[in-house]
């Protein structure tokens, strides 16, 4: 058969305070240990949730961030692609003008220079791509970036086909790189005058072409420009969902500390009154002796 031990009323009270202060201090230890003022939905339901909602939209941006630094990047591959293209343009132009004074045998090898220019042209823009997406060689390639959940925070970046071919279109002397070539060789400008306006219709073709690569390229800068203040802005907006979460969670190091201190006093001056409390029950029962 087994017996209630009763405490008396001092010592009861005095061993509920000191389980209180060891629970106190329990969870504040925890705080310290972990940084979390609020670690579970038990802590604090409505700062819990309020916080995870705003991590997850902090942790769904970041993805698009990256998504726009690789955005960026293909931008950045097809404008070097273009900036190179209107150097090798700028060079059949200096070939077009030095053709015009020299002897057929010198325009003959003219020709084959400016041919080999614009077949490179059209290697170098294949080869302007970034992971497998050309915006510069082919207009059914796109580039689409969707900045947010909303189904209307997207940018939609067209390709363009810059192909020599493509690129130098219209005037009566050039259709393409080898067309050009022979046009080259077989203008005699010593022999029939009017020629010049020919040769000058080629080197305005040319020109022509290097105003559409510009306007592509500032065309692609722009939405560089754009990306880079969205990438910006997506970063502080980041920082700013998550700095929130933070304020609903993170425990104040300061305040805690002081907490664990004070804590830990009291539960030294408790022990002391619990000893004090059982001394005087004892202190009684030797009455009795």
Partial sequence: MSSNIVL???????????????????????????????????DDAVKYFQAQSLSSRASDLSTRKDA????????TAATNGITSVI???????GIVNGASTQTASQRASAATQFNTLGQQLSTLLNDSSYQGL???????????????????STLKINGQNLLFSKLVTGGKALAKGSVAATKLITYKFSVVSNK?????????TLQTAVFKAQASAATLGT???????????????????????????????NQE????????????????????????????LRLFH
């Avoid at 329990?26 to 972990?34: E, K, M, N, V």
């Avoid at 010049?196 to 305005?204: A, D, E, K, M």
């Fill in 8 to 42: 008396g009323g001092a010592t009861t009270q005095n061993l509920l305070a000191l389980q209180n202060i060891n629970t106190q201090l329990d969870t504040t230890q925890g705080h310290l240990s972990t940084g979390l003022a609020v670690a579970s939905a038990t």
């Fill in 134 to 152: 050309n915006l510069v060689n082919s207009t059914t390639s796109n580039l689409t970036l969707q900045f947010s959940i909303t189904s209307t």
């Fill in 257 to 284: 500390s002081t907490n664990l201190v004070t804590l830990q006093t009291r539960q030294q001056l408790a022990i002391q009154s619990l000893s004090i409390a059982t001394s005087s029950e004892q202190a009684v």
């Fill in 87 to 93: 150097s090798v343009l700028q060079q059949m132009e």
């Fill in 196 to 204: 010049i306006s020919q040769f000058t219709n080629l080197y305005n």
């Fill in 223 to 253: 939405n560089v420009n754009f990306l880079q203040t969205r990438l910006s802005f997506t970063q502080q907006y980041i920082s700013t969902l998550q700095g929130g979460a933070s304020q609903l969670t993170v425990a104040d190091v």
């Fill in 68 to 75: 726009i630094s690789q955005g960026i990047s293909a931008l």
